[in-house]
Nanobody
């Protein structure tokens, strides 16, 4: 079983920055992709960014391109999401996820964290 724990959320003003972390532990041999998703109040969970663990190849949803950066530290089994130029519309619970390489293309991940809250004020 894989365990994922997010941290780094908080309250910031529009235009500010946050750095989210996702620490992974347990059985990890069955997956090689990780991603970030978010869910705003009253809305469905949406894809934000993904990374291939070995190569570092990344992809982003259009609304965050140029503002958010996904990365990973293989030695620490930790994934990060740097959020810059934050907007009120970015307010949501942010979740990290892990899965096989195919998850990178399909957004179908096997393991999920419990989430960390990001609130952006006007």
């Amino acid at each position: 079983q894989v365990q994922l724990v997010e941290s780094g959320g908080g309250l910031v003003q529009a235009g500010g920055s946050l750095r989210l972390s996702c620490a992974a532990s347990g059985r990890t041999f069955s997956w090689s992709a990780m991603g970030w998703f978010r869910q705003a109040p009253g809305k469905e969970r949406e894809f934000v960014a993904a990374i291939k663990w070995n190569s570092g190849t990344t992809r982003y949803t259009d609304s965050v391109k140029g503002r958010f950066t996904i990365s990973r530290d293989s030695a620490k089994n930790t994934m990060y999401l740097q959020l810059n130029s934050l907007k009120p519309e970015d307010t949501a619970d942010y979740y990290c996820a892990a899965g096989p390489l195919g998850s990178y293309y399909t957004n179908a991940y096997d393991y999920w964290g419990q989430g960390t809250q990001v609130t952006v004020s006007s």
